[in-house]
């Protein structure tokens, strides 16, 4: 059964740089051929996928987040970062990590969500 469990900070000043983990037990980043996406959700709105890492390392982003995304992974924890620069107040959101089998898909595991409020 795999399991992803995202950390971080809850609350985040504008203009700062947001950064979260996911960490992930009962499967290996690495194995094949899975995406390992991080996934929003303003208050009032729907899901929208930011982006995701690869079995492989390679990474894919949203055109509309591109500029400001960041995902990385390190293997030796099993875990993968979502970085996401230059935040507003509508950056504010419950932030999921999630498994799927190809990018932007529906995914198969998610995490409970974080909270994550942009806010001086």
């Known amino acids: 059964q795999v399991q992803l469990q995202e950390s971080g900070p809850g609350l985040v000043k504008p203009s700062q740089t947001l950064s979260l983990t996911c960490t992930v037990s009962?499967?290996?980043?690495?194995?094949?051929?899975?995406?390992w996406s991080w996934i929003r959700q303003p208050p009032g709105k729907g899901l929208e996928w930011m982006g995701a890492?690869?079995?492989?390392?390679?990474?894919y982003y949203s055109p509309s987040l591109k500029s400001r995304t960041s995902i990385s992974r390190d293997t030796s924890k099993n875990q993968f970062t979502l970085q996401l620069s230059s935040v507003t107040p509508e950056d504010t959101a419950v932030y999921y990590c999630?498994?799927?089998?190809?990018?932007?898909?529906?995914?198969?595991?998610w995490g409970q969500g974080t909270q994550v409020t942009i806010s001086s």
């Open positions: 999630a498994r799927d089998t190809v990018v932007a898909g529906n995914p198969d595991y």
């Open positions: 890492i690869a079995y492989s390392g390679s990474t």
């Open positions: 009962g499967g290996s980043i690495t194995t094949n051929y899975y995406y």
